[in-house]
């Protein structure tokens, strides 16, 4: 059997083994807890830069399709005898929103190129959630634009077929 006191000295030096795993795990928990906070700040850097990417090629986007939209409603507006109505009199009030606040964008976009490396986690998250909010708004805009053109082709195809009735009746 073997003496209590070599079972003390055993007891002793496991005690001082496990504390000192415990204070090397505590380090190396640590080191790590910041080594997780720094990928995860690089994680939200890089979907920072993706989103700003994807908004700034949205307001190009928006502002030619805003342009196409103008061209295509006026052409029919003239065509339809309706440009000095009240209903294209309220899709220019709409139009010059949506061109002004496409405008106000890009102003503000140019604010937005900074060095995101000094940014907090919480800055960064705010700062994505607000470049989310601009695509989202722009894709409304993109959608609505859209729509009004693929109208406007409806309305081009109806006036090609009527004006060619005529021709053929004439």
């Known amino acids: 059997m073997i003496n209590t006191e070599m079972l003390s000295y055993i007891g002793a030096l496991t005690g001082v083994v496990g504390a000192i795993a415990g204070i090397a795990g505590s380090i190396m928990g640590y080191f790590s807890l910041r080594r997780t906070g720094e990928i ?9 830069v993706k989103a700003a990417t994807d908004v700034f090629q949205k307001i190009d986007s928006v502002g030619d399709l805003l342009a196409r939209a103008r ?56 700062s994505i959630s607000e470049l989310y909010g601009l695509r989202t708004f722009l894709e409304n805009i993109a959608q609505r634009n859209a729509q009004l053109i693929a109208e406007d082709d409806l309305s081009r195809e109806a006036i090609r077929s009527r004006m060619g009735g005529v021709s053929l009746n004439s």
């Open 40 to 48: 995860k700040a690089l994680e939200l850097r890089l979907e920072l």
């Open 71 to 126: 061209k295509s409603r006026d052409a029919v507006a003239a065509a339809t005898g309706m440009y000095h109505s009240g209903a294209r009199q309220t899709w220019q009030r709409q139009f010059e929103a949506d061109y002004e606040s496409l405008n106000s964008i890009n102003e503000s976009f140019d604010e937005l190129n900074v060095d995101f490396s000094s940014f907090s986690l919480r800055e960064l998250e705010r």
